[in-house]
Antibody
Framework: QVQLQQWGAGLLKPSETLSLTCVVY????????WSWIRQPPGKGLEWIGE???????SYNPSLKSRVTVSVETSKNQFSLKLSSVTAADTAVYYC??????????WGQGTLVTVSS | DIQMTQSPSSLSASVGDRVTMTCRAS??????LNWYQQKPGKAPKLLIF???TLHSGVPSRFSGSGSGTEFTLTISSLQPEDFATYYC?????????FGQGTKVEIK
């Protein structure tokens, strides 16, 4: 049973960089798409971006200039960086494993709050 | 971007009811339509991918249908554990957009 465990700073100031890591237990990175999705408090889901096992990335155009998703195969983990955060980036951030765009396994979620 | 629109935004139903909700895409997405269930404070769970295919472990009372731009999620007999918010998602292209959700509440 694959488990995704994510971690990272939960409180940021405006203009700082959000950094989250998702460690994959019980399965390899190869063969899957690895995604980040966020959910502002009380709102719906927003796809941030994804990376596949070969390192190819795709990002939401609304965030593309600020987002980097990367994989560290040796540690079986992948990461999200979002620069120049504002209050609008306050959300629960989820990592997820998927195939062909659907996400079958999810991390537990990390609430990131941006506040001065 | 492909826009996904769900209806209704919320519905009230009783245990045992048959429940149907709709998801419309702003353009044809072929069979690249997925459904998720989310309970408060929890991560979403994949229910159905590719319009019809139930994810492992999902009860058979859940079913998906549709084609092109209009899709439906049906719960044949609502159970207490099914009260949640349901999201559709298109995986035809990036960004992989979600609908705004349908909240199923207890009548």
């Amino acid at each position: 049973q694959v488990q995704l465990q994510q971690w990272g700073a939960g409180l940021l100031k405006p203009s700082e960089t959000l950094s989250l890591t998702c460690v994959v237990y019980g399965g390899p990175l190869s063969g899957y798409y690895w995604s980040w999705i966020r959910q502002p408090p009380g709102k719906g889901l927003e796809w941030i971006g994804e990376i596949n096992h070969s390192g190819s990335t795709s990002y939401n155009p609304s965030l593309k200039s600020r987002v980097t998703v990367s994989v560290e195969t040796s540690k079986n983990q992948f990461s999200l960086k979002l620069s120049s955060v504002t209050a609008a980036d306050t959300a629960v951030y989820y990592c997820a494993r998927g195939l062909s765009g659907w996400n079958k396994d999810w991390g537990q979620g990390t609430l990131v709050t941006v506040s001065s | 971007d492909i826009q996904m629109t769900q209806s209704p935004s919320s519905l009230s139903a009783s245990v045992g009811d048959r429940v149907t909700m709709t998801c419309r895409a702003s353009q044809s997405i072929s069979s690249y339509l997925n459904w998720y269930q989310q309970k408060p404070g929890k991560a979403p769970k994949l229910l159905i991918f590719g319009i019809y295919t139930l994810h492992s472990g999902v009860p058979s009372r859940f079913s998906g249908s549709g084609s092109g731009t209009e899709f439906t999620l049906t719960i044949s007999s609502l159970q207490p554990e099914d009260f949640a918010t349901y999201y559709c998602q298109q995986s035809y292209s990036t960004p992989r957009t979600f609908g705004q959700g349908t909240k199923v509440e207890i009548k």
